[in-house]
Each structure stands twice: as structure tokens, then as C-alpha cells.
């Protein structure tokens, strides 16, 4: 069973940058497809971003392509989301995830495994 341990967040102002991290536990990592969702105040959780197992494909929500990057480490276990030009409406919580299928990336219940989830805010 695959732990996720996020690392990350806080609060930055519009315009900044930011950096999540998601450090595995298992050495099998790299057979996951992994992504990034993240939960707006009082909406439901949204797809941002997805990549496969060797991190050489990268899916991304029209609402952040362009701003973010997903990537992964598999050596260290470690998947990332670098967030540049950040806007109020990207506050949201945002959970790291992890699935064996590796189909159906963009729909939150494929993935079994968790982040416990980073609180990011930007303000104007």
C-alpha cells in the first residue's frame, strides 16, 4: 500500500510562484500514474493534472495549462507541481494521487492512493 506525503503550499500573493511535493513510500512508484487535484472552498475536487509512469506524458485542466507543471522523480519517489503565475482562483486544497490503471486519469475516484492534502491560497 502506497503512502503520499505532501510537502508544500502556504500563502503567496497573485503573480508568485509555488512548488508541491509528494514523496512516495514504496519503491514501486514508478509503475503509478500520478496526478494533482485540488478542492476549492466549498466546491467539489477538480482534475489539474496527470502524468504517467515515466513522467514523459503530462495532462493538464485547460483552467492551469500553460502555468503548471507536473513531473516525477521516480528515483526519489517524488512527484511535483510547479505552479507560476498563480491567481486568487487557484486557492484551493490540493491532494497529490496515485493509480495502477493509469486510464480515466482526469476522474478522482480511479486513484486509490492520497495525499493528505496542502493548503494553497493566493491573494490579490
Known amino acids: 500500500q502506497v503512502q503520499l506525503v505532501q510537502s508544500g503550499g502556504g500563502l503567496v500573493q497573485a503573480g508568485d510562484s509555488l512548488r508541491l511535493a509528494c514523496a512516495a513510500s514504496?519503491?514501486?512508484?514508478?509503475?503509478?500514474?500520478v496526478a494533482w487535484f485540488r478542492q476549492p472552498p466549498g466546491l467539489e475536487r477538480e482534475f489539474v493534472a496527470a502524468?504517467?509512469?515515466?513522467?514523459?506524458?503530462?495532462y493538464y485542466a485547460d483552467s492551469v495549462k500553460g502555468r503548471f507543471t507536473i513531473s516525477r522523480d521516480n528515483a526519489k519517489l517524488t512527484m511535483y507541481l510547479e505552479m507560476t503565475s498563480l491567481q486568487p482562483e487557484d486557492t484551493a486544497v490540493y491532494y497529490c494521487?496515485?493509480?495502477?490503471?493509469?486510464?480515466?486519469?482526469?476522474?478522482?475516484?480511479?486513484?486509490?492512493?492520497w495525499g493528505q492534502g496542502a493548503q494553497v491560497t493566493v491573494s490579490s
Open positions: 502524468t504517467g509512469r515515466t513522467g514523459e506524458d503530462e
Open positions: 494521487a496515485a493509480q495502477l490503471r493509469g486510464d480515466d486519469y482526469t476522474t478522482s475516484s480511479r486513484y486509490t492512493y
Open positions: 514504496e519503491r514501486t512508484f514508478s509503475v503509478y500514474t
